[in-house]
């Protein structure tokens, strides 16, 4: 079992396996050139599998694979295979742009993925093409529908901007309910990598803009998880993250790995430990101790209180958010 400094125990890893994105949204790297890090900085999917399956025997039964856009890595769903066949039962899931999804789900499917979240702020072409810098919604969408269609749970993101889409926040949740979706609206989390002046509706403003058609009433956390959960008067549930709060910083169980082989024990936390030397050597059990240390330092809260908010120099692009 994988046990933090203050006690909380860590059972869900979430691993980058790219730093490289094919959209340029304006909440995240809108002015980062197309480049990529060479592939021999990166942790090949046997090295990233030897470090995970000793953190799946420590504890570990929740993995998420992100990006970048994770769907850019060649070959994914063997990667996606090695995990499974591990531990089948694992709740393995995928975040995804959705954009080059189609193609794919099929396979990802049959390698034994369960669950994916897809990005999905907007139901009109050109506000898509305004935040992606490219014409992504057809695209998208048509990726949602396979992964549906081949049986992949599907839940939505959304990041409400002002200006830009809050006036869809109740289109894009009906979108998802009429599909059986969950959505879950994400504060916008503000970094040195973003446009300048971008402005997200916070908690208040969300529930503000759901409550125009709806009464809805609390139900609260589940689990772990960041979200806080309502309920509509039809009884549908959807969620919001607030990242500038702690509350859900009490139950954290996760911990982060890139693709270079950075261990970061909070999103919000520049800090980070790699692994990178002692995979490649193969010593798995210097990897274990550097884990150990960095779950050792894992911070009690993050930094972006509402009453003491940090801008985070973290590239989301690197950690998946």
Same mark, same amino acid.
């Given at each position: 079992?994988?046990?933090?400094?203050?006690?909380? #125990?860590?059972?869900?890893?979430?691993?980058?396996?790219?730093?490289?994105?094919?959209?340029?949204?304006?909440?995240?790297?809108? !002015?980062?050139?197309?480049?990529?890090? *060479?592939?021999?900085?990166?942790?090949?999917?046997?090295?990233?599998?030897?470090?995970?399956?000793?953190?799946?025997?420590?504890?570990?039964?929740?993995?998420?694979?992100?990006?970048?856009? *994770?769907?850019?890595?060649?070959?994914?769903?063997?990667?996606?295979?090695?995990?499974?066949?591990?531990? *089948?039962?694992?709740?393995?899931?995928?975040?995804?742009?959705?954009?080059?999804?189609?193609?794919?789900?099929?396979?990802?499917?049959?390698?034994?993925?369960?669950?994916?979240?897809?990005?999905?702020?907007?139901?009109? *072409?050109?506000?898509?093409?305004?935040?992606?810098?490219?014409?992504?919604?057809? #695209?998208?969408?048509?990726?949602?529908?396979?992964?549906?269609?081949?049986?992949? #749970?599907?839940?939505?993101?959304?990041?409400?901007?002002?200006?830009?889409?809050?006036?869809?926040?109740?289109?894009?949740?009906?979108?998802?309910?009429?599909?059986?979706?969950?959505?879950?609206?994400? !504060?916008?989390?503000?970094?040195?990598?973003?446009?300048?002046?971008?402005?997200?509706?916070?908690?208040?403003?969300?529930?503000?803009?759901?409550?125009?058609?709806?009464?809805?009433?609390?139900?609260?956390?589940?689990?772990?998880?960041? &979200?806080?959960?309502?309920?509509?008067?039809?009884?549908?549930?959807?969620?919001?993250?607030?990242?500038?709060?702690?509350?859900?910083?009490?139950?954290?169980?996760?911990?982060?790995?890139?693709? !270079?082989?950075?261990?970061? $024990?909070?999103?919000?936390?520049? !800090? &980070?430990?790699?692994?990178?030397?002692?995979?490649?050597?193969?010593?798995?059990?210097?990897?274990?101790?550097?884990?150990?240390?960095?779950?050792?330092?894992? $911070?009690?809260?993050?930094?972006?209180?509402?009453?003491?908010?940090?801008?985070?120099?973290?590239?989301?692009?690197?950690?998946?958010?």
């Amino acid at each position: 079992m994988l046990i933090d400094g203050h006690g909380r #125990k860590v059972n869900y890893l979430r691993i980058s396996v790219t730093e490289r994105c094919n959209f340029r949204c304006q909440y995240c790297m809108p !002015e980062k050139p197309f480049s990529w890090v *060479p592939r021999e900085n990166l942790l090949s999917f046997e090295e990233l599998f030897s470090f995970v399956r000793v953190a799946i025997d420590e504890g570990v039964d929740k993995i998420r694979i992100t990006g970048g856009e *994770p769907l850019l890595r060649e070959d994914l769903d063997r990667f996606i295979q090695m995990i499974h066949d591990h531990k *089948p039962d694992i709740d393995l899931a995928l975040t995804t742009n959705g954009y080059l999804l189609a193609n794919v789900a099929e396979r990802l499917k049959d390698a034994g993925l369960k669950r994916i979240n897809i990005s999905i702020d907007t139901l009109k *072409p050109d506000v898509a093409a305004k935040i992606a810098q490219k014409d992504v919604l057809s #695209k998208v969408l048509e990726g949602v529908e396979k992964a549906l269609e081949v049986g992949l #749970k599907v839940k939505v993101n959304m990041v409400p901007l002002k200006g830009i889409n809050e006036d869809e926040i109740i289109d894009v949740m009906e979108y998802a309910k009429a599909r059986g979706m969950t959505i879950r609206y994400i !504060e916008y989390m503000e970094n040195v990598h973003a446009k300048n002046g971008l402005q997200g509706l916070n908690g208040k403003e969300i529930l503000a803009k759901v409550k125009e058609k709806y009464t809805i009433q609390k139900v609260g956390r589940e689990g772990s998880s960041p &979200a806080f959960h309502y309920l509509t008067d039809d009884g549908y549930k959807f969620g919001l993250i607030d990242p500038h709060k702690h509350d859900f910083c009490e139950s954290c169980n996760r911990i982060r790995l890139t693709a !270079e082989g950075f261990l970061i $024990p909070c999103l919000y936390f520049d !800090e &980070a430990m790699s692994i990178r030397d002692a995979v490649k050597a193969g010593n798995i059990e210097a990897a274990s101790e550097i884990l150990r240390e960095v779950l050792r330092n894992k $911070p009690e809260k993050n930094r972006w209180s509402e009453e003491n908010a940090e801008e985070s120099t973290r590239a989301f692009y690197e950690t998946g958010g």
